[in-house]
């Protein structure tokens, strides 16, 4: 195969300055991240016009949230997974000084960040078996992972240290396989160093890389064929001769030797999905096809039970074995552990409405974003039948594909409940939640389908990207074309921004549960608080033309007054929770509230006057309600703050902009229909 298809780093290798000698490769990303002391620069000097004070404002609001993080790896459960000895090994292999490499203490604290705060939401990596000391090619994936980790230390510039370095190994790594014709014989601990660098490049911020991601994701994806990566494992390699149960034997190396394969062959299919999940994300994200789509994957799915992949031995891999009665006496019943269920064959009983399948909330979590996929790709073919009319499609989708993809949403309800999932946030199940790393996933992104089946959320998302916060504007103001779908959406949106605010009245500490946001469930957040901003301008709109018009038609439905005021109760929860607005002027939202020149700025109602809003008799008064409430304005505002106080992923930077862009948008729309009335 050509070498363009098979590389995946080759056209990034500029962006990410990687180049011949590795001490040349490691000073220049160094000096990008060196000195992180020069940030703590007096916030109140920068000017808001401009765009390099406002990354360094950025910046700046990390290393000071970077203070408030604890060593974790100093807790006696979690183990520094790097030793001197391999510091020093990589320093001296490398060429490195002390002041090119972060110091041990600090790779052992971004490397346990990263199992506390990244690997409990995508566990593809079987962190008990990562021990670096035996396997010194695995040094990429240890510098990936602290890459990961060193983000949630608010330690960006150490972070893209250890991305630069990562990326140049594996570049080496390639190149040798390469002149030896063994592309085919790729390790795994490569392709996972390689998924991780997709989340660093899809949510860097960096227009430059971001414009790389797709060839990316596309080249890696091609090297998962051409290495069978997505083959049962079988296929390729078979398991230990079994002749009696496992559970029963005294032949501990036989027994460790199946406790392996059964590691390798989950931590394959898990790399595969999770794989799967950015691809889908991205797809969304940026109005393209899937290119991992689950057709294309024929692997199994995550194992049912979780505690048989965070054993760390196979004495406790036994015990759960003899916990659960799972048999294990044959190579088949060890194989059909291993694999799981064919993943394809399952959402095909999905799309079949058929599904009833014990699999796991991992396994329920594949089948959402597969959802997701599913609805995205019928959207796509919706939108691009050129031969017919807007209302041609509107009809076609409300009679044919929504109904269908209902459907399909409820079949995998049910299933999800059998498997133990929650559906609707209580007050005695937010613990359960908040306790549950899939949980706080799958609900987000469950809503997130729903959202999508209503509205063509992906020309939006596309826009936003791109960083074309005109095309953003135009695109969101589409959505008034067909109000009832938007109005269809925003109970899914609000739903979204209630678990957030839910998780921090439970945790009683909004920045860290802003820092333990899942990326996912980030770009929700953002997704619903556009959305529900627009729809409650289209309301205020209303109630403008009402108070001005001599022609007082009701266009305000009993919907519109129940969603108004359940978005005001909720607005209300999250400005308890979240700091009083103006009390950090350092803060990066506060800096943003300051360049949209009164655009974010708004008073909260007061909840008699909020309450009115559901009287019945006369609209007067509550037309002059929702004016004076400016609940548009205000959404937009506490996205802000949501996305922008305690960001960990760089992205939540992007998200926050375009917030801001759409508050002067509709701040212009909004005064330019006052003038207008004013002069008629």
């Given at each position: 195969p050509p070498r363009s298809t098979l590389f995946p780093l080759h056209d990034a290798l500029p962006i990410y300055q990687v180049v011949d000698s590795p001490s040349l490769s490691i000073n220049t990303s160094n000096n990008l991240l060196n000195n992180q002391n020069l940030l703590s620069e007096n916030l109140n000097s920068y000017s808001p016009s401009s765009t390099n004070d406002l990354k360094k404002l950025f910046r700046s609001r990390q290393i000071d949230l970077s203070k408030h993080i604890p060593h974790t790896y100093q807790n006696p459960t979690i183990p520094g997974r790097c030793s001197?000895?391999?510091?020093?090994?990589?320093?001296?292999?490398?060429n490195l000084s002390e002041q090119q490499f972060p110091q041990l203490d600090d790779l052992n604290h971004y490397l346990a960040?990263?199992?506390?705060?990244f690997n409990k939401y995508f566990p593809f990596i079987h962190i008990p078996s990562f021990k670096i000391d035996e396997n010194l090619d695995q040094i990429p994936l240890l510098l990936s992972m602290a890459a990961v980790g060193a983000l949630y230390s608010f330690h960006a510039r150490n972070?893209?240290?250890?991305?630069?370095?990562?990326r140049f190994l594996i570049h080496n790594f390639m190149e040798v396989?390469?002149?030896?014709?063994?592309?085919?014989?790729i390790p795994l601990h490569i392709t996972q160093s390689l998924v991780l660098h997709m989340f660093l490049g899809m949510f860097h911020n960096d227009q430059e890389i971001t414009k790389l991601i797709s060839r990316q994701l596309n080249s890696l994806v091609s090297l998962i064929k051409t290495t069978k990566l997505d083959m049962p494992l079988e296929s390729l390699l078979l398991p230990p001769n079994i002749n009696s149960d496992l559970t029963f034997l005294n032949n501990f190396e036989l027994v460790d030797?199946?406790?392996?394969?059964?590691?390798?062959?989950q931590s394959r299919i898990r790399t595969i999905h999770v794989l799967h999940y950015i691809t889908v994300l991205f797809g969304i994200l940026n109005n393209s096809n899937i290119q991992l789509s689950f057709e294309n994957m024929e692997c199994g799915s995550p194992c049912q039970f979780d505690e048989l992949w965070n054993c760390k031995n196979f004495n406790e891999w036994i015990l759960i074995l003899k916990e659960k009665n799972l048999i294990i006496n044959s190579k088949f019943s060890l194989i059909m552990l291993s694999n799981g269920l064919p993943y394809k064959e399952l959402f095909r009983n999905l799309q079949n409405l058929s599904l009833d399948k014990e699999i796991g909330l991992r396994g329920m979590l594949s089948l959402l974003l597969t959802l997701n996929e599913f609805i995205h790709s019928e959207s796509e073919k919706n939108q691009k039948e050129n031969n017919k009319s807007y209302g041609a499609k509107l009809a076609q989708w409300r009679m044919e594909q929504r109904p269908y993809i209902e459907s399909l949403i409820k079949i995998w309800e049910s299933n999800y409940i059998k498997n133990g999932g929650l559906l609707v946030p209580r007050g005695q199940n937010i613990h359960i939640i908040n306790n549950s790393s899939i949980l706080k996933l799958i609900l987000p992104l469950l809503s997130f389908a729903k959202i999508n089946k209503c509205v063509y959320i992906s020309g939006i998302l596309n826009h936003v990207w791109n960083k074309d916060w005109e095309l953003m504007n135009n695109e969101i103001q589409n959505l008034n074309r067909d109000i009832e779908a938007l109005r269809d959406s925003i109970n899914y949106s609000l739903d979204i921004i209630n678990l957030w605010i839910e998780i921090i009245s439970i945790n009683n500490d909004a920045e860290k549960t802003s820092i333990r946001t899942p990326i996912f469930f980030l770009t929700c957040l953002f997704t619903s608080t556009l959305l529900i901003s627009e729809y409650l301008y289209t309301t205020e709109a209303w109630a403008h033309k009402y108070l001005n018009s001599n022609n007082n038609n009701n266009n305000l439905t009993t919907s519109d007054r129940v969603l108004w005021l359940r978005a005001e109760k909720i607005f209300k929860k999250i400005e308890q929770n979240l700091l009083p607005l103006g009390s950090n002027n350092q803060s990066y939202s506060e800096f943003l509230r300051m360049q949209a020149?009164?655009?974010?700025?708004?008073?909260?109602?007061?909840?008699?006057?909020a309450r009115l809003a559901l009287e019945p008799g006369d609209l007067k008064p509550i037309a002059q309600i929702i004016v004076s409430g400016k609940l548009s304005q205000r959404c937009l505002s506490l996205g802000v703050r949501i996305l922008a106080d305690a960001p960990?992923?760089?992205?939540?930077?992007?998200?926050?902009?375009?917030l801001k862009a759409r508050a002067i948008r509709s701040e212009e729309r909004r005064v330019g229909k006052e003038c207008r009335s004013r002069w008629s």
């Open positions: 001197e000895s391999i510091r020093n090994h990589i320093m001296e292999k490398y960040l990263y199992e506390i705060e972070s893209s240290t250890l991305f630069n370095f990562s396989q390469l002149k030896l014709h063994k592309f085919t014989d030797s199946c406790f392996k394969y059964f590691i390798l062959s020149n009164g655009a974010l700025d708004v008073d909260i109602l007061d909840d008699e006057i960990v992923w760089p992205v939540a930077l992007l998200f926050a902009e375009a």
